[in-house]
């Protein structure tokens, strides 16, 4: 694993693969309909230290591994790439802005994972951005949804 501390390190870094078998590359090259309609990378790329209620198997982040991905520069180039192409998705898909969703739970999940390893401030910049999002398209995302999302930013 060329000095990873875990398997989800190791696929942030750049030098591993998913449980489905994908390394990063190939996720940040998905189209906007594979991130739609695929359901066991959002794990991969925004881990979090419990399990999964969504996808069995899927990673669950310890502390020694999010140490070693917080202090490798490779593992949050490559976690800040994915937040970049979940961006993009969010700002060129509209499918998301309606009162439930399931992109609803990967924002949380994204918020979370990018607060506690890369930082609050790249954490808060996605949350307003997605906001945003949301109130121009009238604000159709439930409250449920939204107040998750701002517990996500607070750990």
């Not at 190791?10 to 998905?30: C, I, K, P, Q, W």
């Not at 917080?70 to 192409?85: E, K, N, S, T, V």
Request: aromatic letters at 8%; charged letters at 25%; a neutral charge.
């Amino acid at each position: 694993m060329s000095g990873a501390t875990g398997p989800i390190h190791a696929f942030l870094a750049g030098h591993g693969r998913d449980g489905s078998g994908r390394s990063l590359a190939d996720v940040l090259a998905f189209d906007d309909a594979r991130i739609e309609g695929v359901h066991d990378f959002i794990q991969w790329c925004f881990p979090l230290p419990e399990a999964s209620r969504a996808v069995s198997g899927a990673p669950v982040l310890t502390g020694t591994e999010a140490r070693a991905i917080r202090d490798d520069p490779r593992a949050l180039d490559g976690l800040r790439a994915m937040l970049d192409r979940m961006r993009r998705f969010y700002a060129e898909t509209d499918g998301w802005l309606r009162p439930y969703d399931h992109n609803h739970l990967r924002i949380t999940r994204i918020l979370a994972a990018v607060r506690t390893l890369v930082g609050p401030s790249d954490a808060d910049a996605f949350h307003r951005f997605v906001c945003e999002r949301n109130a121009q398209a009238g604000a159709p995302i439930n409250a449920d949804s939204l107040a998750f999302w701002r517990r996500a930013l607070q750990g």
